[in-house]
Nanobody, 116 residues
Framework: QVQLVESGGGLVQAGGSLRLSCAASTSDFSSCTVGWYRQAPGKQRELVALMASGRTNYADSVKGRFTISRDNAKDTVSLQMNSLRPEDTAVYYC???????????WGQGTQVTVSS
């Protein structure tokens, strides 16, 4: 059973920074695809950043401002968010897909609110 526990959300002013973290309980974390998605009110869940097979992809809207990283020794994935904008306000979800699995797993979500 894969479990993902997120932390680090909160309220910040525009231009500020936040760091999200996600601790995973799974075997062979280093081989997993990991990432972050977000969902704003009234909108569909969208990709923010994804790491798989040594490659990293970002949504165009966060390129140059957000950085995803992983620590395979601690089974954690983080998202450093800088230069935050009000439009970044959303619930952020950690995502993990074990290698060879058809489905992925989601964290419980953490609220990020950016005030103007």
């Amino acid at each position: 059973q894969v479990q993902l526990v997120e932390s680090g959300g909160g309220l910040v002013q525009a231009g500020g920074s936040l760091r999200l973290s996600c601790a995973a309980s799974t075997s062979d974390f280093s081989s997993c695809t990991v990432g972050w998605y977000r969902q704003a009110p009234g909108k569909q869940r969208e990709l923010v950043a994804l790491m798989a097979s040594g490659r990293t992809n970002y949504a165009d809207s966060v390129k140059g401002r957000f950085t995803i990283s992983r620590d395979n020794a601690k089974d954690t994935v983080s998202l450093q968010m800088n230069s935050l904008r009000p439009e970044d306000t959303a619930v952020y979800y950690c995502y993990l897909n074990p290698r060879g699995f058809a489905r992925g797993y989601w964290g419980q979500g953490t609220q990020v609110t950016v005030s103007s």
